[in-house]
């Protein structure tokens, strides 16, 4: 009987997501509307949910929260390629320029490629909790010397395969990873240019969405990642972004099959005013699970934030 | 947002900074540190940069015209308004451009304090700071300065937040 049954793995934790997302937003008292920050100075929310650029986080917080203040953002950010889609929603909350808690869903729709593999609709989420604590530097006022912010990150995921755990398994995937990641951040002032530098250790196969590691190799890789962004105006950046990624999952029993590629982004950020922010881009996520689908998975990335 | 009054700090009319620069020796004195005496601003090396980006402004002029916006926006701010109570904005309108002026090798005379001087006691945040900066993006934005000179501008101000952040 369906009512005696427990609920699947996939809605536990969707609750304790939620749980989470309340405990959030109730820690970040709703007394000040901060809007100190400069505009865009936050970078937008990533598709780990920690502010940065697109794909990867900067060693900003997110929210215009500035000194002694609070801040919070939620996001919704869906990418569609060819094969695939990638739907996706979190909430940060940011405190003194200085921490910064977040949380993100992601909920991937495999398409043909569940159906190839014998799994018709199957979708594959993901929850990341993210911890930013930016130690040292300040990425826009120094202008006048090198030194960048720096932060440093942990992510927490863990996923829910659905039908495909036991594949996971069977490759020897774990269905959670930490990533531990160390930013560096700054502003040329003067030619308006942002410049991001990231170094991520992580075990995460396709980001996460397929699993932590292999039977092959458990350890966590260090992969850097670069972001690259114009101001053309004070409410729009455009940029570049270059993330790299292990490949855990190459060789597999499916030989080459499950081989994944870099992913890279050139975007468009605008800031019409403090509370809202719209990031369109195009992506690149290399190949998803080539031994379905040899072509590269191309396509559209829209991300909405809204800041309190 | 209404930010709590502070008490006015000098008497209208009377120069500006005098009482907090004389404060901050009295303050250095009592600490038994060196006296910070009122040194006078010197103008800092500058290149074909400063000069180029001087002459992209208006010169004197035209930062007189951008510093007319940019006191009046300082002032009637409900957020930061409250530091500059008491300090005549025709003062300010002059002390102002002279800074800038004498910042990019312009050759002015600022008869005015050094930013540590002059903000010293104000307890000024960052986040009081930034909207500083933000106001000063406004009226550079009024008078219609190309957004790649307003951030050279602010390349060569943006430092002296160590200065000018007091907590």
Known sequence: MRLHTPPPPHRRGRRRAAGLLALLLLAAPATHAATDKLLLTGGVSSIDGAAGGGLTPWAVTGSYGSSGQWGATAFRTTVVTQDHRLQEFGVAVAWNETLELSLAQQDFHTGATGTALGLPGLRLRQDILGLKWQLAGDAVLDSDRAMPALALGVLARQLDAGGLAPTLQALGARRHGVDVYLSATKLLLAQGILVNGTLRATQANQNGLLGFGSSKRSAHSLMPEISLAWLARRDLALGVEWRRKPDNLNPSILGAGLREDDWADVFVAWAPGKHVSITAAWVDLGRIVPAVHPRRQTGAYLSLQVAL | ?167
């Open chain 2, 1 to 167: 947002m209404s930010a709590p009054r502070q008490p006015r700090l000098h008497q209208p009319g009377l120069r500006p900074w005098l009482a907090l620069a004389l404060a901050a020796c009295v303050a250095a004195g009592l600490l038994g540190g060196t006296p910070a005496a009122a040194q006078p601003v010197t103008a800092p090396a500058t290149g074909p940069e400063e000069a180029a980006l001087f002459q992209a402004l208006g010169q004197r002029e035209g930062l007189g015209q951008l510093a007319d916006v940019f006191v009046d926006r300082l002032l009637t701010d409900p957020r930061i308004g409250h530091f500059f109570q008491g300090i005549r904005p025709d003062h300010l309108k002059k002390q102002v451009p002279d800074f800038i002026c004498l910042q990019l090798g312009g050759g002015c005379a600022y008869d005015g304090d050094s930013m540590k001087q002059s903000h010293a006691d104000l307890k000024i945040s960052r986040a009081d700071f930034l909207r500083l900066v933000e106001l000063l993006q406004d009226s550079m934005d009024a008078r219609r300065i190309p957004f790649a000179v307003q951030n050279q501008l602010l390349a060569r101000l943006a430092p002296m937040h160590r200065d000018i952040i007091g907590r």
